[in-house]
Protein backbone atom coordinates (compact mmCIF):
# COMPACT_ATOMS: atom_id res chain seq x y z
CA UNK A 1 0.00 0.00 0.00
CA UNK A 2 1.90 3.18 -1.29
CA UNK A 3 0.24 6.42 -1.42
CA UNK A 4 1.92 10.15 -1.91
CA UNK A 5 1.37 13.38 0.55
CA UNK A 6 2.29 16.84 -0.30
CA UNK A 7 1.42 19.89 1.87
CA UNK A 8 1.19 23.40 1.35
CA UNK A 9 0.42 26.98 3.37
CA UNK A 10 -2.06 28.43 1.11
CA UNK A 11 -1.01 31.81 3.15
CA UNK A 12 -4.81 32.73 2.73
CA UNK A 13 -5.01 34.80 -0.44
CA UNK A 14 -2.86 37.90 0.29
CA UNK A 15 0.31 36.69 -1.16
CA UNK A 16 -0.57 37.11 -5.05
CA UNK A 17 -2.65 34.02 -5.30
CA UNK A 18 -3.74 34.60 -8.90
CA UNK A 19 -0.08 34.07 -9.65
CA UNK A 20 0.70 31.33 -7.44
CA UNK A 21 -2.32 29.31 -8.02
CA UNK A 22 -0.95 28.27 -11.68
CA UNK A 23 2.03 27.40 -10.08
CA UNK A 24 0.37 25.13 -7.50
CA UNK A 25 -1.68 23.25 -9.66
CA UNK A 26 1.16 22.52 -11.96
CA UNK A 27 2.81 21.27 -9.22
CA UNK A 28 -0.18 19.15 -8.32
CA UNK A 29 0.40 17.58 -11.61
CA UNK A 30 3.96 16.63 -11.47
CA UNK A 31 3.92 15.78 -8.21
CA UNK A 32 0.26 13.91 -8.58
CA UNK A 33 -0.40 13.31 -4.82
CA UNK A 34 -2.81 11.21 -3.44
CA UNK A 35 -3.29 13.48 -0.62
CA UNK A 36 -2.72 17.64 -0.25
CA UNK A 37 -3.01 18.97 2.97
CA UNK A 38 -3.59 22.55 2.87
CA UNK A 39 -3.16 25.32 5.55
CA UNK A 40 -4.79 28.29 5.18
CA UNK A 41 -7.60 27.98 2.80
CA UNK A 42 -9.06 31.47 1.69
CA UNK A 43 -12.81 30.55 2.38
CA UNK A 44 -14.09 33.90 0.30
CA UNK A 45 -12.13 33.12 -2.42
CA UNK A 46 -12.49 29.36 -2.37
CA UNK A 47 -8.95 28.55 -3.03
CA UNK A 48 -9.08 24.72 -2.26
CA UNK A 49 -12.47 24.15 -4.31
CA UNK A 50 -10.67 26.13 -6.99
CA UNK A 51 -7.35 23.38 -6.66
CA UNK A 52 -9.90 20.73 -6.81
CA UNK A 53 -11.46 21.56 -9.64
CA UNK A 54 -8.08 23.12 -11.60
CA UNK A 55 -6.49 19.46 -10.85
CA UNK A 56 -9.39 17.65 -12.49
CA UNK A 57 -9.63 20.18 -15.71
CA UNK A 58 -6.38 20.19 -16.23
CA UNK A 59 -4.61 17.01 -15.17
CA UNK A 60 -7.42 14.68 -14.96
CA UNK A 61 -6.65 14.21 -11.09
CA UNK A 62 -9.85 14.39 -9.29
CA UNK A 63 -10.09 15.06 -5.58
CA UNK A 64 -12.75 14.69 -2.95
CA UNK A 65 -12.29 17.82 -1.05
CA UNK A 66 -12.58 18.62 3.09
CA UNK A 67 -12.01 21.57 4.51
CA UNK A 68 -12.60 22.72 8.21
CA UNK A 69 -12.88 27.29 8.65
CA UNK A 70 -11.68 28.22 12.04
CA UNK A 71 -13.71 29.28 14.45
CA UNK A 72 -14.57 33.20 16.19
CA UNK A 73 -13.78 35.36 13.91
CA UNK A 74 -11.49 33.92 11.61
CA UNK A 75 -14.34 31.51 10.27
CA UNK A 76 -15.12 33.90 7.34
CA UNK A 77 -11.43 34.00 6.65
CA UNK A 78 -9.87 30.74 6.61
CA UNK A 79 -9.07 27.01 7.58
CA UNK A 80 -7.69 23.87 6.94
CA UNK A 81 -8.60 21.37 4.08
CA UNK A 82 -7.33 17.80 2.30
CA UNK A 83 -7.81 16.84 -1.25
CA UNK A 84 -7.86 13.29 -1.75
CA UNK A 85 -8.08 11.04 -4.76
CA UNK A 86 -9.30 8.22 -2.06
CA UNK A 87 -12.96 7.72 -0.87
CA UNK A 88 -13.09 9.59 2.44
CA UNK A 89 -15.37 7.82 5.57
CA UNK A 90 -15.29 10.16 7.74
CA UNK A 91 -14.54 13.71 8.77
CA UNK A 92 -14.28 15.09 12.39
CA UNK A 93 -12.20 18.43 13.87
CA UNK A 94 -11.21 19.65 16.76
CA UNK A 95 -10.84 23.22 18.99
CA UNK A 96 -8.06 23.99 20.26
CA UNK A 97 -9.98 26.97 22.22
CA UNK A 98 -7.58 29.45 21.32
CA UNK A 99 -6.30 32.04 18.81
CA UNK A 100 -9.09 30.39 16.72
CA UNK A 101 -7.27 27.45 15.24
CA UNK A 102 -8.56 23.84 14.44
CA UNK A 103 -7.39 20.11 13.48
CA UNK A 104 -9.22 18.15 11.32
CA UNK A 105 -8.84 14.62 10.31
CA UNK A 106 -10.30 12.86 7.27
CA UNK A 107 -10.25 9.07 7.60
CA UNK A 108 -9.75 7.88 4.02
CA UNK A 109 -10.15 3.91 2.39
CA UNK A 110 -6.93 3.01 0.48
CA UNK A 111 -6.97 -0.90 -0.50
CA UNK A 112 -9.60 -1.53 1.77
CA UNK A 113 -7.38 0.01 4.97
CA UNK A 114 -8.89 3.04 6.87
CA UNK A 115 -6.01 5.51 7.24
CA UNK A 116 -6.53 8.82 9.62
CA UNK A 117 -5.26 11.90 7.37
CA UNK A 118 -4.58 15.22 10.19
CA UNK A 119 -4.22 18.95 8.97
CA UNK A 120 -3.86 21.51 11.58
CA UNK A 121 -2.17 24.98 11.65
CA UNK A 122 -0.46 25.49 15.25
CA UNK A 123 0.07 29.17 16.36
CA UNK A 124 3.33 30.42 15.14
CA UNK A 125 5.49 31.38 17.82
CA UNK A 126 8.77 33.49 17.92
CA UNK A 127 10.83 32.54 20.75
CA UNK A 128 8.80 31.05 22.60
CA UNK A 129 7.40 27.38 22.06
CA UNK A 130 5.10 26.72 25.15
CA UNK A 131 1.90 27.42 23.58
CA UNK A 132 2.81 25.30 20.36
CA UNK A 133 3.96 22.66 22.63
CA UNK A 134 0.58 22.86 23.91
CA UNK A 135 -1.49 22.61 21.00
CA UNK A 136 0.93 19.44 20.38
CA UNK A 137 -0.15 17.97 23.41
CA UNK A 138 -4.00 18.71 22.82
CA UNK A 139 -3.73 17.17 19.55
CA UNK A 140 -1.86 13.83 20.85
CA UNK A 141 -4.71 13.48 23.06
CA UNK A 142 -7.51 14.00 20.48
CA UNK A 143 -5.95 11.49 18.33
CA UNK A 144 -5.39 9.03 20.92
CA UNK A 145 -8.81 9.18 21.86
CA UNK A 146 -10.28 8.31 18.61
Not at 33 to 48: A, K, L, M, V
Not at 61 to 79: A, F, P, R, W
Request: overall charge negative.
Amino acid sequence: MGFRVTTLNLEQDHKRWDDRRELIVGQLGELKPDIFCINEICIPRQTGRYLQHAAKERHGLEYNLVQQSKIGGLSVVDGEGILTRFPVRETANFDYRARESVAQVARVEIEGHLVDVYVTHLYGSVGRDSFRLYQVEQLLDWIGSR
